[in-house]
């Protein structure tokens, strides 16, 4: 877009820099204020000239945008200003706008689609998970610790970390198991209480507790017993211990239900994934860089926010963030792709969220923050979270919508 700003409205608008700099400006020799035109215009050329622009440019790009009802994003890009006394302001602004594309199909698309089922198995294995959290470790007679084993040490670092040491009086440690760093199985492997050992122990960057993640960290440890994991029985008991179940048998009918909930929620989520990539693949057009730039910033920003949660600072994981970013540029594409193609079907097909939608989500978060539902909203407002819920609550009902009106065939016919 080419702009031409006439003289008078430039001379108009250097007039009213001058005199809001005649009024802050405090010159040897002149009370506030009344500092002498000429000596102004002189003294700040530079300074009048930029403000002068930054003040007329963007009111006439956004005056020529309205009135060619151009959707325009992000700021424009100023690639050329002439502008010299005397004569009209001029400048060449390139900028991006809201793509427009022709919505193709988007109802009956093909998807693999399974019916998640559960087994008997499945219950027991959920069953034994429930079981292993109620399990009592009993103690047993002194002997050499083996694989299997629960042993109960206490331990302290002496290298490896910064500040206090790591120290616990009482840790179970079940010796050969995935969840137990190898070192210490191998450290621990034929001792008997009251033996003590030196172990070091290469955590990865990935651990849990932030810090140990990354670190080489040495400990001495302390055999103190040996312990044995006693499971309660699966009974009517058991099952009314954890919670208003009458049975076993009702208590497996609800981990049933429960893992059924679950499984299709999966498969449902990944069949939607798939019907979005459907989506993009078939639909081509340019997308914004500034909608790119914008969701690969929100990408980082929760990849910091997880950091931050385990206590990481990123600031010490020498990450390259202008590489991480190219990386991601793709990725952000294609999601920028499929929510602008989301937002055309909604429009089209006229989903939209409703009131009781967001009230029930906003008292959901109430009874998390435990605060009033009205103070709740006021602060969603502000902070714009209430506009993000409401788009949220529109893509899923969209995604819903594709899932719903799709053709679901069988993993095996649809890589055929």
């Known amino acids: 877009m080419e702009l031409t700003i006439q003289v008078a409205e430039v001379e108009a608008e250097t007039g009213r820099v001058v005199e809001a700099l005649q009024r802050q400006v405090k010159l040897p020799g002149f009370r506030p204020g009344k500092t002498p035109v000429s000596i102004i215009r002189s003294r700040y050329q530079g300074d009048i000239r930029q403000k002068v622009v930054e003040n007329l440019l963007p009111r006439a790009f956004k005056a020529q945008a309205d009135k060619e009802n151009l959707k325009v994003i992000g700021t424009p890009n100023i690639e050329e200003i002439k502008f010299e006394p005397g004569e009209p302001l001029w400048c060449k602004a390139e900028y991006e706008v809201q793509p427009e594309f022709d919505l193709g199909e988007y109802r009956g698309l093909t998807v693999p689609y399974t019916d998640p089922q559960v087994s008997d198995e499945d219950i027991e294995k959920r069953l034994d998970g429930l079981r292993d959290r109620k399990a009592e470790y009993v103690n047993i007679d002194p002997r ?41 199985s191998a450290a621990l492997r034929g001792l008997e209480p009251g033996a003590s050992a030196s172990v070091t122990v290469d955590y990865p960057q990935d651990y849990t507790r932030a810090r140990l993640a990354g670190r080489k960290v040495t400990f001495d440890v302390q055999v103190k017993g040996l312990r044995r994991k006693e499971l309660p ?85 020498n990450i390259d963030w202008e590489e991480l970013k190219k990386a991601q540029a793709e990725r952000a594409r294609r999601d920028v792709k499929a929510s602008l ?14 009131n009781d939608e967001v009230d029930r989500e906003i008292h959901r978060a109430a009874r998390q923050m435990r605060e009033p539902a009205a103070a709740v909203r006021m602060k969603f407002e502000k902070d714009g979270t209430l506009r993000n819920i409401v788009a949220r609550i529109r893509t899923e009902k969209t995604l819903t919508f594709l899932f719903e009106n799709a053709r679901k065939v069988a993993p095996e016919t649809a890589q055929g």
């Not at 059924?260 to 081509?284: C, F, N, P, T, Y």
Request: aromatic share 4%; no cysteine.
């Open 341 to 354: 193609l989301l937002d055309k079907i909604a429009e089209r097909e006229s989903i939209e969220t409703l």
């Open 144 to 184: 050499p610790l083996a694989d299997g084993d629960y042993a109960v040490v206490s331990l302290q670092s002496t290298a490896g970390v910064e500040g206090e040491p790591v120290q616990s009086d009482e840790v179970i440690l079940h010796l050969g198991d995935a969840q137990t760093m190898p070192e210490f």
């Open 233 to 317: 029985e699966a009974n009517d008991e058991f099952a009314a211990d954890l919670g208003d179940y009458k049975s076993i048998g009702e208590l497996r009918e609800e981990l049933r239900r429960d893992l059924l909930r679950e499984r299709e929620g999966a498969a449902k989520q990944e069949a939607q994934g798939k019907l979005v990539d459907s989506l993009v693949d078939g639909h081509q057009f340019a997308v914004p860089d500034a909608y790119v730039d914008r969701q690969i910033e929100m990408n980082l920003d929760a990849r910091l926010r997880e950091l931050a949660a385990q206590g990481i600072d990123p600031r010490k994981l």
